[in-house]
T-cell receptor
Framework: SAVISQKPSRDICQRGTSLTIQCQVD?????MFWYRQQPGQSLTLIAT?????????ESGFVIDKFPISRPNLTFSTLTVSNMSPEDSSIYLC???????????FGPGTRLTVT | EDKVVQSPLSLVVHEGDTVTLNCSYE??????LLWYKQEKKAPTFLFML????IEKKSGRLSSILDKKELFSILNITATQTGDSAVYLC??????????FGPGTRLSVLP
């Protein structure tokens, strides 16, 4: 398995501002993903964070709103830009290990936009 | 379009009961099916299933996959209040990411 940490664990932000969420893994991983879970909903994939290149976004998510960086195999950031109350969600980093394809989740970041 | 359906969506039982959670799927090039338990924020990994008919067990939890009928079940025996959570089923196909079901919210009453 992998130990995944996320910062911050929670934040309350004002409309129009941006928040960057960090994800750190204790081992090298092939794939890193960012998910969103809105209240009462299941997980929705935002994008796959690709090491050294632009992230691959799912339908309905765009780079201007959710810029992602992945400078190496153990770290990634997700920025939620120009936030609105609809962005209030739990944001989860997830990884798939080099040697297998089980997928693990970080502890999540609970974001509230007022 | 890949799809995962879980049933029931919500379930209330008493401690000691046995529950069966269902997950059916439609996915091209199926690779694996995973079960997660989500209590607060992050889902925690329970099982990964890739082959039909082979039961995976961990304590009071067990799961099995039927690739012909495209479903999986998660059994929890002798339920405890600590089993109260949302149980998520996710399916992966080759080269793609996971598609999650809506989850089953299990409440175990003392």
């Amino acid at each position: 398995s992998a130990v995944i940490s996320q910062k911050p664990s929670r934040d309350i932000c004002q409309r129009g501002t941006s928040l960057t969420i960090q994800c750190q893994v204790d081992s090298q991983v092939t794939m890193m993903f960012w998910y969103r879970q809105q209240p009462g909903q299941s997980l929705t994939l935002i994008a796959t964070a690709n090491q050294g290149s632009e992230a691959t976004y799912e339908s309905g998510f765009v780079i201007d709103k959710f810029p992602i960086s992945r400078p190496n195999l153990t770290f990634s950031t997700l920025t939620v830009s120009n936030m609105s109350p609809e962005d209030s969600s739990i944001y989860l980093c997830s990884v798939r290990l080099l040697e297998g394809y089980e997928q693990y989740f970080g502890p999540g970041t609970r974001l509230t936009v007022t | 379009e890949d799809k995962v359906v879980q049933s029931p969506l919500s379930l209330v039982v008493h401690e000691g009961d046995t529950v069966t959670l269902n997950c059916s799927y439609e996915v091209t090039n199926f690779r694996s099916l995973l079960w997660y338990k989500q209590e607060k924020k992050a889902p925690t990994f329970l099982f990964m299933l890739t082959s039909s008919g082979i039961e995976k067990k961990s304590g009071r939890l067990s799961s099995i996959l039927d690739k012909k009928e495209l479903f999986s079940i998660l059994n929890i025996t002798a339920t405890q209040t600590g089993d109260s959570a949302v149980y998520l089923c996710a399916v992966n196909n080759y080269g793609q990411n996971f598609v999650f079901g809506p989850g089953t919210r299990l409440s175990v009453l003392p």
